[in-house]
Antibody, heavy 119, light 108 residues
Framework: EVHLLESGGGPVQPGGSLRLACTAS????????MTWVRQAPGKGLHWVST????????DYADSVKGRFTISRDNSRNTLYLQLNSPRGEDTAVYYC????????????WGQGTLVTVSS | EIVLTQSPGTLSLSPGERATLSCRAS???????LAWYQQKPGQAPRLLIY???SRATGIPDRFSGSGSGTEFTLTISRLEPEDFAVYYC?????????FGQGTKVEIK
């Protein structure tokens, strides 16, 4: 059974930094691209970033490009999202999810971790 | 970027009724890359439908998806109490994912 567990959320000041982690189990982690999706309080779902299985390529939503960095450690079965210079609008629950490529749907999700950007 | 617009924003229905949710894309989407999710408060989204019409593992057959091009539909044939939730459509293309804004199905 696929299991994804996020951690690292919490309060962060605007302009600060925070690193989220997602620990995966139940599948061969290096064989799958991984994604971060976020959801602001009371709002809808928004794709943030996706990284290839090898970690050699990554894509970002325009809203976070240049500020957030996705990475992975396949030896630790762990996905990361580095949040640099966060803004108030980055306040959200951040989910890690495994996309089923090439179709692009997300069958497996973590439970999410809340990031609150506030001074 | 393809924009997905869901309607209605809120659907007020009674258990046992039929729910029809719409997802309209700003440009044509291959059916292969269209999915639907259900989300309940405090929970992660749950995949219902992929490839526009294929039910995910364990999803009851009262859920069905249809459509093509720019118009897609999620139908719940007879609402059960556990079906009252928010539903999102999602598309994938050229390494970019987009979601609709959601339709809330609430108890009338």
């Amino acid at each position: 059974e696929v299991h994804l567990l996020e951690s690292g959320g919490g309060p962060v000041q605007p302009g600060g930094s925070l690193r989220l982690a997602c620990t995966a189990s139940g599948f061969t982690f290096r064989d799958y691209a991984m994604t971060w999706v976020r959801q602001a309080p009371g709002k809808g779902l928004h794709w943030v970033s996706t990284i290839s299985g090898s970690g050699g390529s990554a894509d970002y939503a325009d809203s976070v490009k240049g500020r957030f960095t996705i990475s992975r450690d396949n030896s630790r079965n762990t996905l990361y999202l580095q949040l640099n210079s966060p803004r108030g609008e980055d306040t959200a629950v951040y989910y890690c999810a495994r996309p089923q490529l090439p179709h692009g749907y997300f069958e497996s999700w973590g439970q999410g971790t809340l990031v609150t950007v506030s001074s | 970027e393809i924009v997905l617009t869901q309607s209605p924003g809120t659907l007020s229905l009674s258990p046992g009724e039929r729910a029809t949710l719409s997802c309209r894309a700003s440009q044509s989407v291959s059916s292969t890359f269209l999915a639907w999710y259900q989300q309940k408060p405090g929970q992660a989204p749950r995949l219902l439908i992929y490839g526009a019409a294929s039910r995910a593992t364990g999803i009851p057959d009262r859920f069905s998806g249809s459509g093509s091009g720019t118009e897609f539909t999620l139908t719940i044939s007879r609402l059960e109490p556990e079906d009252f939730a928010v539903y999102y459509c999602q598309q994938y293309g050229y390494l970019v994912w987009t979601f609709g804004q959601g339709t809330k199905v609430e108890i009338k």
